[in-house]
């Protein structure tokens, strides 16, 4: 079992930064993959940035330039900094992390934007 849990949301003015982070603990080797994803009120999960294991960091396109995806392997922990935020990007945020066959989800953080 993997258990992932998220942290570092908040509120946020227009413009402003934060960085999430995503901490993972129980059976963590073999993680082959990991991931961000967020999901507005009313509106679909949407895929955010993905880290594989040694390799490419990848983004969806309205988000690449204004957040990074990163890893510290020491303490098992993904994060990710965004910057510029925007009203558009207020949404719960994900972590996500595949393993084998099985995908593991945490409780997500609210990330909101808001004058």
């Known amino acids: 079992q993997l258990q992932l849990v998220e942290s570092g949301g908040g509120l946020v003015q227009p413009g402003g930064s934060l960085r999430l982070s995503c901490a993972a603990s129980?059976?963590?080797?073999?993680?082959?993959?990991m991931r961000w994803y967020r999901q507005a009120p009313g509106k679909e999960r949407e895929w955010v940035a993905s880290?594989?294991?040694?390799?490419?960091?990848s983004y969806a396109a309205s988000m690449k330039g204004r957040f990074t995806i990163s890893t510290d392997s020491a303490k098992n922990t993904i994060y990710l900094q965004m910057h510029s935020l925007q009203p558009e990007d207020t949404a719960v945020y994900y972590c996500?992390?595949?393993?084998?066959?099985?995908?593991?989800w945490g409780q997500g953080t609210q990330v909101t934007v808001s004058a």
């Open positions: 880290i594989t294991n040694g390799g490419p960091r």
């Open positions: 129980g059976s963590i080797f073999s993680i082959n993959a």
């Open positions: 996500y992390a595949a393993k084998g066959a099985f995908e593991y």
